[in-house]
């Protein structure tokens, strides 16, 4: 079964840097375009980045352009983002997830997160 | 950026009444729209896509429409575990937004 498992969070302080890792399993990895998604503690859903299937595309919310870079290695089923100069407004859970083949929308799997707390 | 405004920010509700929540864009995403539902301490769970589409495993009683601007996702009569949060998020292209969602509360 399609399986997406995040890991690399923890407790950072400010300036500092962080790699989270999304482990994927169950589905071709390669063909997925895969986003980075955050939730900070208690608020809504914002959208982080994306590596699209073809890896011609990376695009990323103002929010952490700039800052974050987001990657991926098919031969390991593993998508990354590499977060740099961490502020504390960008503590949140982060979960990746695959994009809905063969449909124009939607997000069909989803990790269950990593918790990311930046504060001194 | 495409902004996506819910309303109400919560609906306050029964077992067995219908739910109408709302989604708006500020510019037109056609049917580049899915609906999910988030419960605490649970990643969000698709409901919709492509605007009228149910994802694999969703009840009939979840349905989408609209298009353009204006969608609607509707649950035809709640059961208790359809109280949750809901999202509504566009990808008309690659820089996905979310709504503020949508909180359907017990009454």
């Known amino acids: 079964q399609v399986q997406l498992v995040e890991s690399g969070g923890g407790v950072v302080q400010p300036g500092r840097s962080l790699r989270l890792s999304c482990a994927a399993s169950g589905f071709t990895f390669s063909i997925h375009g895969m986003h980075w998604v955050r939730q900070a503690p208690g608020k809504g859903l914002e959208w982080v980045a994306v590596?699209?299937?073809?890896?011609?595309?990376?695009y990323y919310a103002d929010s952490v352009k700039g800052r974050f870079s987001i990657s991926r290695d098919n031969s390991k089923n593993k998508l990354y983002l590499q977060m740099n100069s961490l502020r504390g407004d960008d503590t949140a859970f982060y979960y990746c997830?695959?994009?809905?083949?063969?449909?124009?929308?939607?997000?069909?799997?989803w990790g269950q997160g990593t918790l990311v707390t930046v504060s001194s | 950026e495409i902004v996506l405004t819910q309303s109400p920010a919560t609906l306050s509700l029964s077992p067995g009444e219908r739910a109408t929540l709302s989604c708006r864009a500020s510019?037109?995403?056609?049917?580049?729209l899915a609906w999910y539902q988030q419960k605490p301490g649970q990643a969000p769970r698709l409901l919709i896509y492509d605007a009228s589409n149910r994802a694999t495993g969703i009840p009939a009683r979840f349905s989408g429409s609209g298009s353009g601007t204006d969608f609607t996702l509707t649950i035809s009569s709640l059961e208790p575990e359809d109280f949750a949060l809901y999202y509504c998020q566009q990808r008309r292209n690659w820089r996905v937004t979310f709504g503020g969602g949508t909180k359907v509360e017990i009454k």
């Open positions: 510019q037109s995403v056609s049917s580049y």
């Open positions: 590596f699209s299937d073809d890896g011609s595309n990376k």
């Open positions: 997830a695959k994009e809905n083949l063969g449909a124009a929308s939607g997000f069909d799997y």
